[in-house]
């Protein structure tokens, strides 16, 4: 299989995933509000995974011949490191879905600052005894902790959206959503509102495909911090499928 060994190469790498982190949250919160249900969102999801894991195995899986490629590995004895590999996978689908009701329930930026921070906190703890310590606590971990503030503070924030739209919400008295929202005391005027406004809450609400109005402000936060406990734990299980610290893997046998 293909490796980039180089430095330059590997931080461009590293470069590019951050632009794909950053720009697939915004979009799959923009389809939600326009009335899109999460569960079809999440079917494209997995089955793009596939077909680019699919593609990725047979191209830069197979084009290296210092290493062991993806088809000489389907035959090795290497169940211990598949299942690492699949229990990273799990954890991603997890908490892919869980964020995207947690985008819904607390909001998109609250949510990604708590889900990163957590699985930055966690995955790095983890990642640091899986390798045998080799990185420098001193300057490793008061990074680890200045996460650990952005939790309390994305934390903190939710708790202040959440009193705004109540506050902004008081003149309201909604009826069960059926068809359509439906308002007891006042209608929404006509065109579109402003942003931040209870109309612009409103007409979201209406459109969008997760109803959360009048829903405990907890339940937003619990699914956020399961979707970052899901998260933390993809790295140290790919690890494991790829460096074998556990020593699993007969001797002689590659890792995945």
């Not at 997995?46 to 195995?57: F, G, K, P, S």
């Not at 600052?113 to 790095?124: C, E, K, L, P």
């Not at 996460?147 to 739209?165: E, P, Q, T, Y």
């Not at 829903?215 to 970052?228: M, Q």
Request: proline share 3%; hydrophobic share 45%.
């Amino acid at each position: 299989m293909y490796v980039i060994e180089s430095k330059g190469g590997t931080i461009t790498c590293m470069l590019l995933a951050l632009l794909f982190l950053g720009t697939w949250p915004a979009i799959m919160t923009l389809t939600e509000r326009r009335g899109r249900l999460p569960q079809h969102t999440y079917l494209d999801y997995t089955l793009t995974n596939l077909l680019a894991a699919v593609i990725i195995a047979f191209t830069l899986g197979e084009i290296s011949p210092s290493r062991p490629n993806f088809t000489t590995q389907l035959s090795q004895d290497n169940w211990p490191s598949v299942m690492f590999a699949m229990a990273g996978g799990i954890f991603l689908s997890l908490g892919t879905l869980a964020t995207q009701y947690a985008w819904a329930f607390v909001g998109l930026s609250v949510t990604e600052v708590i889900t990163a921070s957590i699985a930055v906190v966690i995955g790095t703890t983890l990642n640091y005894f899986l390798d045998d310590r080799i990185n420098r606590a001193e300057v490793l971990f008061p990074g680890v902790a200045c996460f650990l503030i952005a939790v309390c503070f994305g934390s903190a924030v939710h708790k202040s959206n959440a009193a705004d739209n109540k506050s902004k919400l008081q003149g309201f008295k909604s009826l069960e959503t059926t068809s359509s929202f439906q308002m007891e005391t006042s209608s929404i005027k006509e065109g579109k509102a402003k942003v931040g406004t209870a109309d612009f809450l409103i007409e979201v609400e209406k459109q969008r495909a997760i109803k959360v109005f009048g829903k405990s402000t907890i339940i937003g936060l619990a699914i956020t911090f399961f979707a970052g406990i899901c998260f933390s734990l993809i790295s140290p299980a790919v690890s494991l499928a790829t460096n074998d610290q556990w020593h699993t893997l007969k001797h002689g046998v590659g890792t995945l």
